[in-house]
């Protein structure tokens, strides 16, 4: 599913991933009773079918593909916006939090719940294809913790989508919960795709990927509103150009937050944290 996205103006298309991700750019909106306020764009229903699907005539069956497309899109958006609905009546503040594999994303996270602890009601979607060691790795700081393993009846996705985090949902006791950390699949492609229905949208990306991922991966990128860059303390052993990664964020992403940030010594952790908690009551 990974193949199929949205532009700006809610337009899909099909293309292929090669080596260094997809190039097209893909920006997201979604809306809830907060003062941000940001709603991933539906389908155009009033645009001719060509500027809705684009040029398709490769594809022996380029009509069936978009009527799947659609059909995916449109059930997890509803999906989405039911898990929206769910979280602000139990007033609670969601973050996707999405990263490639090994940049330090539970790490983060298991530093910001011992952090939170005894002050915020965390809860945590524990996203992964399979085994539950994310999940074991974030026990022991209160938090409720619903893994989530796409291999189990999901088909062994490289994202989370909505109707995955709805299942997930029904294992968490939302009214005891002030702040919902989901951690997607580790990948730099598809979960920047599907809206799973939280509020905001952050990221992880390590100084060990090097300065061009913003470039190779816009969409997810373009897509977050938050970008902490982890592992800072290993700066003076790479040859890592910290200047030229924040003017390619920049280029993809102009107004974006950004937090350099330490998981493993906790600098700048604090001011990640702050952020995350911006909009508890």
């Known amino acids: 599913m990974g193949r199929f996205h949205r532009h700006d103006d809610g337009t899909v298309h099909e293309h292929t991933h090669d080596e260094d991700g997809h190039t097209h750019p893909h920006d997201h909106d979604h809306h809830h009773d907060h003062e941000h306020s940001h709603d991933e764009p539906l389908l155009s229903t009033d645009a001719s079918r060509a500027e809705l699907i684009g040029d398709h005539r490769e594809y022996d069956t380029g009509p069936e593909r978009i009527e799947i497309l659609e059909r995916i899109y449109d059930e997890n958006d509803a999906a989405a916006a039911d898990n929206r609905s769910r979280l602000d009546a ?3 503040i969601a973050v996707n939090l999405m990263s490639s594999p090994g940049s330090g994303k539970t790490t ?3 530093r910001t719940l011992a952090n939170l602890e005894g002050k915020v009601r965390c ?3 524990e996203g992964d294809i399979e085994t539950s060691i994310d999940a074991d790795r974030l026990q022991g700081h209160g938090a409720q913790i619903s893994l989530l393993n796409t291999g189990d009846g999901f088909g062994g996705e490289c994202h989370l989508d909505a109707p995955m985090v709805a ?3 029904d ?3 939302l009214e005891s919960l002030d702040l919902l950390l989901i951690e997607n699949v580790g990948n730099l492609v598809c979960p920047a795709e599907f ?3 939280a509020h905001r949208r952050a990221m992880v990306a ?3 990927e090097g300065e061009d991922k913003p470039l190779k991966y816009p969409v997810m990128f373009r897509s977050v509103d938050a970008v902490v860059v982890n592992k800072v303390d290993l700066l003076p052993y790479l040859d890592f150009d910290m200047g030229l990664f924040l003017n390619n964020l920049k280029a993809v992403n102009p107004g974006v937050q950004i937090f350099q940030c330490s998981a493993k010594t906790g600098e700048g952790v604090d001011e990640w944290i702050a952020w995350l908690t911006a909009d508890l009551a």
């Open 171 to 173: 294992h968490l006791d």
């Open 206 to 208: 390590s100084v060990t």
């Open 90 to 92: 139990a007033h609670v």
């Open 123 to 125: 809860g945590i979607v």
């Open 167 to 169: 299942h997930a949902l």
């Open 195 to 197: 809206d799973v229905g």
């Open 108 to 110: 983060l996270l298991a």
